[in-house]
Nanobody, 114 residues
Framework: QVQLVESGGGLVQPGGSLKLSCAAS????????MAWYRQAPGKQREFVAD???????VYADSVKGRFTISRDNAKNTVYLQMDSLKPEDTAVYSC????????WGQGTQVTVSS
């Protein structure tokens, strides 16, 4: 059974930074493309970024240049470094494979507000 546990969210001022973590079990992350997604209240979940097995990365236009996705295969964990945060980044952030599969975790809330 795949289990994904997100953490690291919180309240941050515009222009601030956060680093999210996604700890995985029941899946070997090095064998999968892993991605971060986000969903704001009343809106559809959207793709944020992913990292391929070969190390290449892809970012949504809305976050490119501000966010960095990475992975630590030894820890079976995926990260999302979020810099220069904007209020429109406010959402629940979740990790999953790309394409997503199985159950979604609870995600971690990121709120960007002054």
């Amino acid at each position: 059974q795949v289990q994904l546990v997100e953490s690291g969210g919180g309240l941050v001022q515009p222009g601030g930074s956060l680093k999210l973590s996604c700890a995985a079990s029941g899946i070997i992350l090095s064998r999968h493309t892993m991605a971060w997604y986000r969903q704001a209240p009343g809106k559809q979940r959207e793709f944020v970024a992913d990292t391929l097995r070969v190390g290449a990365t892809v970012y949504a236009d809305s976050v490119k240049g501000r966010f960095t996705i990475s992975r630590d295969n030894a820890k079976n964990t995926v990260y999302l470094q979020m810099d220069s945060l904007k209020p429109e980044d406010t959402a629940v952030y979740s990790c999953n494979t790309n394409p997503p599969q199985g159950r979604w975790g609870q995600g971690t809330q990121v709120t960007v507000s002054s």
